[in-house]
């Protein structure tokens, strides 16, 4: 077969000078690429990669705005090009730009550029968060926070006091600046002009009266620590002070020393008032309005066994009696419906369901907004509680076809107690914030800041000297009735 002969010159200017492609040269010179590509070798011309052609077309700026403006990886910078990853990375290197870190490309990955190293230094440094906890309030894992941390070079706090994910802020400092407190000398004082500087008890004036919380001080304490634990503890200990509970003249009498040793002997974990009934029985039934049969029901460490209760509807008194001390928050919501379980009358939980804060809630479905469990009741009883008051609305409020609840991680709360109760998990809310008034040293919902015609809702904040507290996600949980 006779060879084909072509015009050497031709295609020396079409391949080389004009940059043609084989493919190009040959439907131009009407032969095939294989006679191209054999003349080329006769010739002594390097043959160019196929792709060469197609990266003159495409100019440094392409790929950096794809790369770099455009936030896309490599492998789809390279594959929206119809190039290699090598051919993007060589581009890029060659621009000056380069490429990004190993941390740079995790965040983008995670979608977590947004969270910047100043904000998490600022938490945990000014604020004094955890690791864990400002992992939580962003809605990342647990390891987050330190793994960022572990990039920059910033170092952590050991784990241990204030370090700890547990910490909370140390009982010991704050015990004494409430005991020795105008508000804590005040109420004693009250307390003691009250009883005529008498025992509450012997009805004898004596020299050595102390007053007796009733509810104990450690369990108020510990209500009140869990409720301001996202504070700052620049401000936390002022919140604490300030909490009326430690100053109810209702939640106090007056014992002589030798009384109140003889209460402090009974079981720290038993109705308040039968630790005072063990000692003065006409005193405890006469205050605390139990009658002698129901103190008899408590087992020798002043517990309840809730093996048989009844659950009713209560009024905002009866709820409120419980949940002032037995549940960190101290408050009852505005509710439409509240639930008490009771054994032989005695109370020993309140459940409280409404529409909660959501304004777009469906008029099918009730939050549970509060669930107070005191200590007196053996446990575990929660989960029982939660399914009876379940019971209870599917029976009387047929309507309603869905509860739901969320479960605060700021307090150590993960929702453990609603899937032992059968609820599912529904995701979670977005991280919010809450103010810190220190004119009345309250915590306030962000809504009690809404912006008006005239001032947005930081300006506002600003002007009422409103403190911002960030607050992670809570966790969504619901059931269907």
């Known amino acids: 077969m006779k060879a084909i002969d072509l015009d050497k010159e031709k295609l020396i200017n ?11 040269c040959a439907i131009l010179l009407g032969v095939s690429d294989r006679v191209i590509k054999r003349h080329l070798k006769e010739l002594g011309i ?9 990266r003159h077309n495409i100019s440094d700026g392409q790929v950096i705005e794809l790369y770099w403006n455009q936030g896309l990886s490599i492998a789809v910078t390279a594959r929206t090009l119809g190039m ?18 190993v941390s740079q490309g995790a965040r983008k990955w995670r979608k977590t550029e947004h969270i910047t190293n100043e904000e998490l230094i600022r938490l945990h440094d000014v604020l004094g968060w955890s690791c864990t906890k400002i992992s939580e309030h962003f809605g990342m894992s647990k390891e987050f926070t330190r793994q960022r941390f ?13 370090g700890n994910g547990a910490w909370k802020g140390g009982t010991t400092p704050i015990r004494e600046i409430i005991r020795t407190s105008i508000q804590y000398q005040e109420w004693r004082t009250k307390c003691f002009e009250r009883s005529a500087f008498k025992s509450d008890l012997s009805n004898i004036s004596s020299n050595d009266l102390i007053v007796h919380h009733i509810v104990p001080f450690k369990d108020i304490l510990e209500s009140v620590f869990t409720k301001h634990t996202m504070l700052p503890d620049d401000i936390k200990n002022t919140a604490i002070l300030n909490d009326s509970r430690f100053y109810d003249l209702n939640n106090g009498i007056v ?8 209460i402090e002997q009974n079981s720290a974990c038993g109705h308040p008032w039968w630790r005072i009934w063990k000692i003065s029985p006409e005193f405890a039934i006469l205050k605390s309005r139990l009658t002698c049969d129901q103190f008899e029901i408590f087992n020798d460490r002043g517990t309840l066994d809730p093996h048989s209760c009844t659950i009713k509807p209560i009024d905002r008194k009866a709820a409120i009696s419980l949940i002032r001390y037995w549940h960190y928050l101290g408050t009852v919501p505005p509710s439409i419906l509240m639930l008490g379980c009771y054994v032989d009358n005695i109370l020993i939980g309140v459940a409280t369901f409404g529409f909660g804060i959501n304004k777009n809630i469906s008029p099918f479905t009730w939050e549970l907004t509060r669930l107070c469990v005191p200590g007196y009741v053996l446990q575990p009883f929660s989960c029982r509680l939660i399914d009876l008051c379940c019971q209870y609305i599917k029976k009387n409020h047929k ?32 991280p919010s914030y809450s103010y810190f008034d220190p004119n009345t040293n309250r915590l306030r919902h962000k809504s009690s800041c809404r912006r ?21 996600p809570k966790y969504k949980y619901r059931i269907t009735l």
């Open 150 to 162: 572990m990039v920059i070079g910033k170092e952590r706090r050991g784990p241990y006091g204030n």
């Open 46 to 54: 390097k043959i160019r990669p196929a792709s060469v052609a197609i």
């Open 14 to 24: 079409l391949y080389v000078d004009q940059e043609k492609t084989q493919k190009e």
């Open 255 to 262: 014992v002589n020393q030798n009384e109140h040793k003889l």
């Open 452 to 472: 008006t015609k005239e001032l947005s809702e930081k300006e506002l904040a600003k002007e009422r000297g409103l403190i911002k507290i960030p607050l992670p």
């Open 84 to 101: 290699s990853e090598g051919f993007v990375k060589k581009r890029l290197q060659s621009s000056g730009r380069g490429t990004r870190t």
């Open 399 to 430: 309507h309603i076809k869905q509860l739901i609840s969320f479960a605060d991680p700021s307090i150590g709360h993960n929702g453990g107690l609603y899937r032992m109760a059968g609820w599912e998990k529904d995701g979670h809310t977005q």
